[in-house]
Each structure stands twice: as C-alpha cells, then as structure tokens.
C-alpha cells in the first residue's frame, strides 16, 4: 500500500476538462488587479493605443500590458524577456491577460512609451487612498536614497578621472618604453618577438589617451562636468553605504505616510545631495493627500533656509534638525545658542550680558545675512570661552525667525527624527529588495521614473491590500469608475 499523496497521469484524457477561471481561488490577489485596471480610463490617463486603429496590424491593448507589468512588479518580475516566459507557462498571468503572450520588445516597447500614463496611474492610486481615508494624518517622513542605474562607473567620467586615467597611461607606456630600450640592448635578437608586442601595447595607449581627449574636451562642455556614456542622465554620486566611493545612479525622493506607511510622493532626481529636495517632494505630498497643512519630518540632510521658507508659505510644518557646522561647543566655547535674540531691538544678547548690535548686512550665497558684535568683546573676561578672534561675530538670516519656529517644532517633539527610520527606511529596504538589489533596467530620467512609479504602484497596492483585506478592497477598486 502506497503511503505518499499521488499525483494525476499526464496522459489520463478528462471528458469535462477544467477552465482556466477554477485554477485562480476567489482570494487571488490578480482578481484585484484585473478590477483594478479594467475600472481605470486609460485614454484620459495617457496611454496611446486605447483606441484601436481603422487600418494595419491589430495591436495589444493598452489594458493588457498594465496588467503584465503590475503582475510583473508585484512579483519581482521587472525584465521584458522574464515577463514574456511567465506569459507562456504562468497560470495566474495566463488569466489575467486571457492566454496572450506579448514579445519581449512589445513589453519593453510599451513600457518606454507610455511612461506618461504609468505615473498618473500611481498618482491614480495615491487618489484612491486619499478617497480610502488612508491618509487621516497629516505627517510624512521625507527622505532619499540612491538607486543604481544601468550605468558602470566605469563608464562614467569626471575631470579627475580623466586625468587619473591619463597619469596610468602615461606611466605604462614609459615602462614599457624602459622595457623596450633594455631588451635591445641586453638581447636584440631573442626579445625582438616581446618588443614587438610591447610595440603593440604602446600603439593601444596612445589611441586610448587619444580617446580620453575627446571625452575630455566633451566634459568642457556640460555644466556639472560629468559624462556617463551609457544612460546620459545617471550621475555619480556618494553613498552612505560604500563610504570613500561612488556610485552611479540616482536619487530618489520619498514621502512615507507615517501612519500606513504608504508612499505618498516620489521623485526621481539626479542630484546626489538632499539639501534642495524637501519643499518640492514635502508640497507634492500636501498635494496628493489634499491637505491644506502638512507636518513633514526629514533628516539634516535637507537642512536649508531657503527650503524651510518655502515650506512654511506653503502650509508645511517642517521638522528638520540644524547640522552642527562649528567646532565651538566641541573646543570648550559658547555656541551660538547661548546667544539670545531680542527682536524689539534687533540685538543679541551674549552669556556675558553684552549687547551685540547689528553693524552691517550683505549677502552671503544668495542669503541676505546682518552681522552682529559687541564693542565690549577685547575686554571680556569670558572672551576665551567665546571666541579665538578680536570680537565674536554672530550672523543672522533675515528669515531667522523661520529656523527658530523649526527648532521650537522639534523641541516638543523630541522623538521626531525616529519616525523616518521606523518608516521610510523600511520602504526603501523593500523596494530595493524587490528589485534584486540590482540596478535599473531602463535609461534616462523619464524611463528610471516610469519604472520607479511601478515599484511604488506595486508596493502601495501591496499595502492597501494588507490593511483593508481582500474584499474590502476590491470593493474599493471599483470607486474608481464611479
């Protein structure tokens, strides 16, 4: 007697053979996505081909192949060539697209070309949520992370490599010419074969130093002096990380809901550095939630003046902690919060009791700054705890008073700056983990971003499927042809 579970005769014929729709339970996560795309109106969306064309070869539409990306992303399945075998022998795909299978240039082809369209369905969504009442908190966490593009960072040239390459090159050839000149004369007739090979590899680097040149005298001509020659828009930038190197790719801007932890807003942006990135990513979240104020929490990476202004005349109540640029606190002497201002009579007043008065104002990068000392400075016996220079000078922004509502938000909030960590951290640790911890299979800004706005369709559906369930959900979808 046979003590395992056997399985069916391949060759055994069924007189009632089962249709596709009893292999996909009623649970099934595509029966979400197959309401959720079918309620979508994909013409006023963007995408072309919704409407099908009186003459030539009939063609997909536009529907199916959203769906096959969907699938694609909400099982770590990004590539065209992958996506077109799970067409021919994936049962779930295999209903969700009625048995078609797209060639792999028809999947990546439509992907590139309807970018447009794929991101205002993730806006779609975020909408969705909105409607949901998903977002019953007006806070988000805002920050970014690097992303590698398709890019080597071989490939990518900067001024200083350029002439680094050139330096290598340069020393090579001199080796190889010492090497040449010492085997004529020691042993002409026996070395003339590796003299000739030598001869070989110094012809090569003259014509790669040639090369170098030309790219050189390419890198003259762009503005941030960078040259990546297989995706034009990735820029190499530094990473926490792989400190000491860089990595070429780009930057994406998140803002996380802090209650659902869904993704709000997302850019994708070639500039490494965060500093100029939180009122734009902070007002499309305020957007996109439609709220009129915003509490935004980011890190001290997106410190800026100019920033925090334009924020708070937007409604947004940053929360970002001042990085500390002096070494005063450190080397034993007063910081500047020791330093009190009173706005009545535009002075400060120092831990010595002196007053500071305003003795100048200019500007210092783009920033109309009024500079501050006291005549009594020389002659203050609390002079060594304050500064090494003749007088202590304390600069003021004219929007200083902006900085000091920011810092009094962050003193009754003391935890604040673990939100993003509880947070947005996690979300970027999952789409990086969907991804395969590779790079981005599409080049140039606006494909990388068509291509992120699946991820986060992908991950933003996965987290309203967790909080409100299967059937709660796909009741929800159908509002979207209400």
Known sequence: ???????????????????????????????????????????????????????????????VLLKLYLYGYLNRIQSSHRLKRECQRNVELMWLIGRLAPDFKTIADSRRDNGKGIRNVCRRFVVLCRELKLFSEAVVAIDGSKFKAVNNRERNYTPGK????????????????????????????????????????????????????????????????????????????????????AMVGYNVQTAVDTKNHLIVAHEVTNNGSDRAQLSPIAQAARDAMGKRRLKAIADRGYYSGLGLKACEDAGIAALVPKPMTSNARAEGRFDTTGFIYI??????????????????????????????WSSACPACPMKAQCTTSAYRRIRRWEHEAVAERVQQRLDRMPQAMTVPKSTIEHVFGTLKHWMGWTHFLMRGIENVSTEMSLSVLAYNFKRVLSILGFERTRKAMRLLGA
């Open 343 to 372: 706005a009545r009579a535009d002075e400060y007043h120092c831990p010595a009791g002196q007053r500071a008065i305003r003795r100048f104002s200019r500007e210092e990068d783009g920033l109309q700054i009024s500079v501050y």
């Open 162 to 245: 350029i002439e680094r390459r050139e330096r290598e090159l340069e020393e090579s050839i001199q080796r190889y010419l010492d090497a040449m000149e010492t085997a004529d004369r020691t042993q002409p007739t026996e070395m003339r074969a590796k003299t000739d090979r030598l001869q070989g590899k110094i012809q090569k680097m003259r014509q790669r130093l040639q090369e170098l040149q030309t790219v050189k005298a390419q890198l003259e001509q762009l503005p941030d002096h960078q040259l990546p020659q297989t995706d034009p828009d990735a820029r190499a930038m530094t990473t926490y990380s792989a400190k000491g190197t």
């Open 1 to 63: 007697m046979k003590r395992f579970i056997e399985g069916e005769d391949r060759s055994q014929v069924t007189l009632l053979p089962e249709c596709l729709d009893d292999f996909i339970s009623e649970d099934n996560t595509m029966r979400i996505v197959d309401v959720f795309i079918d309620e979508l109106d994909l013409a006023s969306l963007g995408f072309d081909g919704a409407s099908p064309a009186t003459t030539g070869r009939p063609s997909y539409h536009p529907s």
